[in-house]
Every structure is written in structure tokens, then in C-alpha cells.
């Protein structure tokens, strides 16, 4: 699915920098034209290229991601976890949002649209309960639980609008396109799922 974004991402630069640099083709000339559909697509090439690179992994406790670079933060020593909703054209993902040494990392727990989409799955979900449960905080045991209720919900073979994750996701309002849950209300609503 990332990948497929990234398809978008790159179709969109081409179509993007081609209009700019005809209009400015028409206006200046064909050099300067050249010019402004680079200047355009260049850098949303280069966006697109880091997404459809883009790989996250969790050794041990250690949550790290690589397109270019490579940037890692440790679990257990984490200042900041938080849950960040984003909607892009109907498109909502969940993530566990992870700040800790100067570093920060998303990490795409769901993706919905509609009543359906495309989820972590069971082992690396059970296995990042697992290093947020060894944490010892509240804060870490709050999104432990979340995820083994996720983890539960999809052994019973519920449907995806039944499940945690997406309950979660839709309780963000639309119209923003990236928004941290409340650390409260995703107390409460784990709670309320006991």
C-alpha cells in the first residue's frame, strides 16, 4: 500500500513540474521551461523514492527505519509514545508515534479506508506489545493493551470496523491531516475495552 502511494506521489510530480514547466516553457522559452520541471520534480521524486525505500523494523527494543538514513529509538527509554491518526483522501492510518534521543519515528499500526484496510500483523504486533509491556510506565501498558485487544479482536475474525484500531482512528476528526490522540481519551477507550 506504501508502495502504491509512492506510485501516486511520483505520477503526481510528473503531471505537477509538466504543467509548470509548459506554462513557464510558454512564457520564457524552452531552457527555462526544462529548468522549472526540475526544480518541480526533483524533490517529490525524491519524497516518493525515500517512501517506496521506506523499511521499519524492532530489534530487541530498539524501533528503527531506514529510506536514507537510518534513524532507531529505544523503546524502553522513549520520552514520547503517542497515537497519530492521519487522513489523506479518505485514507486514515493509525500509528504509534515514538520520540525518544532526538529521534522520532511513525510507525503505521493500520491503514483503513472505507470499512476495510490493511493492518501491522499478528507477530511484529504481539512482539511490540511485548518491548511496550517490558516499559514499566502506564503510558507503555495503556498501548500494550490496545494492541492485544487489537491482536484478540482479530483471532475472533471480527471485521475491521469492530476493531480497536479503527475505532480509534475514526474517533479523530476528519479534515486535518495528521492529529495526536489524547493520551486521556486513548486511556479511556482501552479501558472501556476490558
Known amino acids: 500500500m506504501v508502495r502504491k502511494r509512492a506510485r501516486m506521489v511520483a505520477i503526481g510530480a510528473v503531471l505537477v513540474a509538466g504543467f509548470f514547466g509548459g506554462v513557464i516553457g510558454l512564457i520564457a522559452g524552452r ?13 517529490l521524486m525524491l519524497l516518493a523514492w525515500s517512501e517506496a525505500r521506506r523499511r521499519v523494523w524492532l530489534q530487541g527494543h530498539v524501533l528503527s527505519v531506514r529510506a536514507f538514513g537510518t534513524r ?6 522513549a520520552e514520547e509514545l503517542d497515537l497519530l491518526v492521519t487522513d489523506v483522501r479518505g485514507s486514515r492510518t493509525v500509528g504509534l ?11 503505521a499500526l493500520a ?5 476495510g484496510g490493511r493492518e501491522q ?16 510506565d502506564a503510558r507503555g501498558l495503556v498501548f500494550c493493551e490496545l494492541l492485544i ?7 475472533r475474525g471480527e471485521a475491521a470496523a469492530d476493531r480497536p484500531l479503527y475505532k480509534l482512528g475514526s474517533l479523530a476528526p476528519g479534515g486535518r491531516l495528521a492529529q495526536k490522540l489524547h493520551p486521556d481519551a486513548v486511556s479511556k477507550f482501552v479501558a472501556s475495552l476490558g
Open 149 to 155: 485487544a487489537q491482536l484478540r479482536a482479530e483471532a
Open 111 to 115: 491503514i483503513y479506508a472505507g470499512t
Open 72 to 77: 532507531s529509538v529505544d523503546l524502553k527509554g
Open 121 to 136: 500483523g499478528v507477530f511484529p504486533l504481539r512482539r511490540l506489545a511485548d518491548v511496550l509491556a517490558s516499559r514499566g
Open 97 to 107: 508515534f515514538v520520540r525518544g534521543g532526538g529521534k522520532a519515528i511513525n510507525l
Open 31 to 43: 531552457v527555462p521551461g526544462l529548468i522549472a520541471f526540475v526544480i518541480v520534480a526533483l524533490p
